[in-house]
């Protein structure tokens, strides 16, 4: 279909009756290009369905759009110059210029306004609509020049574009640690930074590019190639978005949105995509990784979202004391000058292993230590075991094993060789954790403690500073 302005995307979505004036009823929740839309008192936000239905009214007025109802038929009709938008309430088939499109959900009818699905202009359009469900606010976004499409390669030669998806770069995963978001790519890409105001957001387009097909498995993807994560321990930033923001050409756009203004420097890294926020302690924003002669410890908590790992004998999830304890490393490590530590995942999403081993390789990483908890048939097993792989990965095995059972207190179950994908097709020394046995009971309970996780991370941050020689 026919792309139209930004103002008359607006306009499809953003609908409501013709009438006299209401005093405003505060904040609105809905923010037009970081600006806070003002409401009518009876106008809000609303889920119908699933669908986060949203009216607009102050827009329709503010871009001069006529707006005619009309009760007998239910139907609104919206007209400038060059376009004419027609919609009835309840059904899902509406017309722009004759042309006939199809919503998710028919425009609903609420006292004296229609509300209209937010996803439909995300869907049909190309304007990008956030939606956060923490914080029920509406993000309506346009492009930087207003149009409402990004600019992706002014230099392009024409009919060089892309023809084919197998041509596009693809983005694998997103993970956010020590301030850096890291974005996984395969291909070439050439993004384009913006930072935007109330509220304050980097904005990372990423044209000619899509998500892979295992990027829905890594993070949460809806149906309309949108989702979100919020990232936990870090002030300066409350959440990043993603979406795929157009299809003419295929375009990925990924929002950082932030607590107050940063400064930021965006790297490179072999196929990973670093945006880095600057520090308290650093004179340039976003120091990269393994700056200054630091040394680089990946720290990878196993499994993730939908994968939960080994279930404990009381119901406990292997991937939660996973996570607790890589965090708990993180923050140690903070402490650490000689070491910069990355985490694979910072909250509870689900990395494919080639993801986690690609972080770990495209920064050439000194050591790479993925946290587990074991499982197994018998309630009777118990204990610590240290997995390595590779020649090369045995002695850092050695020295994290006698720290980890130091710091557990469980029956030493040994090193051992073991081919696991994460220790295997890593470049640098590597070993895998198993820091007990979730299956028996007393380790369950030894493991979901606060004492033993703060004991194990300073068991990891010990070793690793053993084994590469930090003092």
Known sequence: MKKFSFLVMIIIFVMVFPGKGQAASGHSNIYLDGTELVLATNAKIETIQNNVMIPVRVVVE?????????????????????????????????????????????PALKTDTVLVPIRFVSEQLGLQVNWDNVTKRVYL?????????????????????PTTP???????????????????????????????????????????????????????????????????????????RYSLYNNSPSTVRIVM???????YTIYAEGSLLIVALKTSDSPNPGTPVGGNGKKIAVIDAGHGNQDPGAIGITGKKEKNFNLAVALKVDKLLKNEPKIDGVLTRSNDIFLELKERVKIANDLKADVFISIHANSSGSSAASGTETYYKNDRSKALANVMHKYLVRATGFKDRGVRYGNFHVIRETNMAAVLLESGYLSNKQDEAGLFTESLQNRVAQGIVDGIKEYLGVK
């Open 257 to 263: 949105d932030l607590n107050y203004a940063k400064d």
């Open 62 to 106: 503010n871009l001069g759009f006529k707006v005619a109802w009309d009760k007998s038929k239910q139907s609104v009709t919206i007209n400038n110059d060059s376009t004419v938008i027609h919609l009835v309430v309840n059904n899902k088939s509406g017309y722009v210029n004759g042309n006939e499109v199809t919503l998710p959900i028919g």
């Open 166 to 240: 197998a041509e596009l770069a693809l983005i694998n995963s997103l993970s956010y640690s020590d301030n850096r978001l890291m974005i996984s790519t395969t291909g070439s890409i050439e993004p384009k930074v913006s930072v935007m105001t109330s509220p304050n957001r980097i904005v990372i387009d990423i044209p000619y590019a899509k998500f892979s097909e295992s990027f829905g498995t890594s993070q949460q993807l809806d149906s309309y190639l949108q989702g979100s994560f919020h990232v936990v321990g870090y002030p300066d930033i409350e959440q990043v």
């Open 141 to 161: 976004i346009s492009s930087n020049t207003g149009n409402g499409k990004p600019d992706p390669n002014p230099d392009k030669e024409p009919g060089t574009e």
